[in-house]
C-alpha cells in the first residue's frame, strides 16, 4: 500500500517532504481545506500577561497605575563614595526629568501619584530583568519616601537618609548591599514617563542629590544613576478591563495571550496560508491612550505557556484599518502545528517609549469582533 501511495504521488507531480510518521503532500489536485474560528466555532482562549523583557536600550521608563495594571521603577545608584565620610546627611532626593507622554485615565491626575519606595534584598541588572519578574524578588518592608513633588519638568523623591548612609557605607564594607530600591504607586491616577540613565540628552538622566556635612562643612553631590527599569503588574489589578475585551498597552507590558483550537487541523499539514483578525475598540480606549505616538502591534509565538516567553521561530507585524489589525501568521500557525500550540502572545510593537493601550475584542464579542483566525492548508497524508 505504501508503494503505491508513492507511485501516485510521484505521478501526480509532488513536492513531499518527510516528517516523522508522516508524507506530506503538495498537490495541484489537492483542495485545499479551510478552517475559520468562528464560522466553525472553535473556542478562543484570552488571558493577560506582563512576562517579556521589561528595558533593555530603551531611554524612556513608565511610573504609575492604571485600573489594570502598575507601573513601577526599579533603580540603583551606587557611586556613594563622596557621602562616605560625611558626619552627617541633611537630605537625599531623587530627582528624574519627566519624558513626553503622561496617561490621565477616566478623569484622574498623574501629577497627584503617591508612592512608596522600599529597599530590594535581591540583586537585579536592568538589561536582563523582565515585566513582572519583580514580584519574585524580595525587598524590605519600611517605605524609605519621606517626600514627593511633581512638577511639569520633574519628578522627585526624597529618600530617607539612613538608607542612604547604608549605601554609603555599601562603597567601603563588602558585608553591606547597595541592590537599589523600587518606587511603587500607591494609588491609580495615572502614568508618568521619566527619562532612564541612557537618556540620550545626559541632563535628562536621573541623579540622586546627597546633601551632607563633611567636616564641618555643608557639601552636596550629584550621584548618577547606574540601573533602571519598569516593572509592571497584573496582580495587583484594581479594577479588571471593561466589557468583552482584553488590552494591550505599551509603558506597562501588557500582553494577550490569545489561543485557538486547530484541533480539527490534522498533524504536520503543511499551512497555506494563515490570517489573524483583530478589532479593537477606539472609543473605549480613548481615556487611556496617549494621543502622541499610535503603535502597531505584533504577535509571537508563544513557546512556553509556565513563563509566557516567546519563542525566534515567529513573528507578524499587524496592518492595521478601519480599527482592526490584520496579521500574516503562517509560519507561526505551522510551527503550532508542527510543535505544541500555546496560542499567540499579543504585544504594542513599542512596548516602552510610550503609553498607549489598545481594547481588543475577546472571544465573548459578537461573531462579527472576535478574534478570528482563518487557516488554509494541504492536509497530512499518513503512511
Not at 528595558?55 to 502598575?70: A, K, R, Y
Not at 550629584?222 to 497584573?234: F, G, K, M, P, W
Request: proline share 4%.
Amino acid at each position: 500500500m505504501a508503494g503505491l501511495l508513492a507511485l501516485v504521488l510521484l505521478g501526480c507531480n509532488n513536492r513531499v517532504n518527510q516528517t516523522g510518521s508522516w508524507l506530506v503532500a503538495y498537490d495541484s489536485t489537492l483542495v485545499p481545506q479551510y478552517l475559520d474560528s468562528v464560522l466553525d466555532s472553535l473556542k478562543t482562549t484570552s488571558s493577560q500577561v506582563n512576562n517579556g523583557l521589561a528595558t533593555g536600550s530603551s531611554e524612556i521608563l513608565s511610573l504609575g497605575m492604571v485600573p489594570w495594571t502598575e507601573a513601577d521603577l526599579l533603580m540603583r545608584f551606587s557611586a556613594f563614595n563622596p557621602v562616605y565620610g560625611a558626619e552627617s546627611i541633611l537630605s537625599a532626593t531623587i530627582i528624574m526629568t519627566r519624558g513626553p507622554y503622561t496617561l490621565d485615565p477616566s478623569g484622574n491626575n498623574a501629577m497627584k501619584l503617591m508612592f512608596n519606595g522600599y529597599s530590594m534584598d535581591s540583586s537585579w541588572n536592568y538589561t536582563t530583568v523582565t515585566w513582572d519578574s519583580i514580584a519574585a524578588m524580595s525587598h524590605g518592608a519600611s517605605n524609605i519616601v519621606s517626600s514627593q513633588t511633581i512638577t511639569d519638568s520633574t519628578v522627585m523623591i526624597g529618600l530617607d537618609t539612613s538608607v542612604v548612609r547604608l549605601w554609603a557605607n555599601a562603597t567601603q564594607d563588602t558585608a553591606i548591599k547597595n541592590n537599589g530600591f523600587v518606587i511603587k504607586p500607591t494609588s491609580v491616577n495615572g502614568v508618568l514617563s521619566v527619562y532612564s540613565q541612557l537618556a540620550s540628552i545626559s541632563t535628562s538622566a536621573p541623579v540622586c542629590r546627597v546633601v551632607y556635612m563633611l567636616n564641618g562643612v555643608m557639601d552636596t553631590s550629584n550621584i548618577a544613576l547606574d540601573y533602571s527599569t519598569s516593572v509592571a503588574h497584573t496582580t495587583l489589578a484594581a479594577v479588571a478591563p471593561p466589557g468583552p475585551y482584553k488590552i494591550v498597552q505599551s509603558g506597562t507590558g501588557l500582553r494577550e495571550n490569545l489561543i485557538f483550537d486547530l484541533g480539527k487541523i490534522p498533524n504536520y499539514s503543511i499551512v497555506n496560508s494563515a490570517l489573524l483578525t483583530l478589532h479593537f475598540d477606539s472609543t473605549a480606549e480613548a481615556p487611556y491612550s496617549y494621543t502622541g505616538i499610535i503603535d502597531t502591534l505584533i504577535a509571537y509565538y508563544l513557546s512556553d505557556p509556565s513563563t509566557n516567553q516567546i519563542s525566534t521561530r515567529g513573528s507578524a507585524v499587524a496592518l492595521v484599518s478601519n480599527n482592526e489589525y490584520t496579521f500574516d501568521v503562517t509560519t507561526i500557525v505551522q510551527h503550532m502545528l508542527n510543535n505544541k500550540n500555546y496560542g499567540f502572545l499579543i504585544a504594542e510593537y513599542n512596548e516602552l517609549e510610550n503609553v498607549d493601550s489598545r481594547f481588543l475584542y475577546d472571544g465573548s464579542a459578537p461573531d462579527s469582533l472576535k478574534p478570528r483566525l482563518i487557516v488554509t492548508y494541504t492536509p497530512a497524508v499518513k503512511k
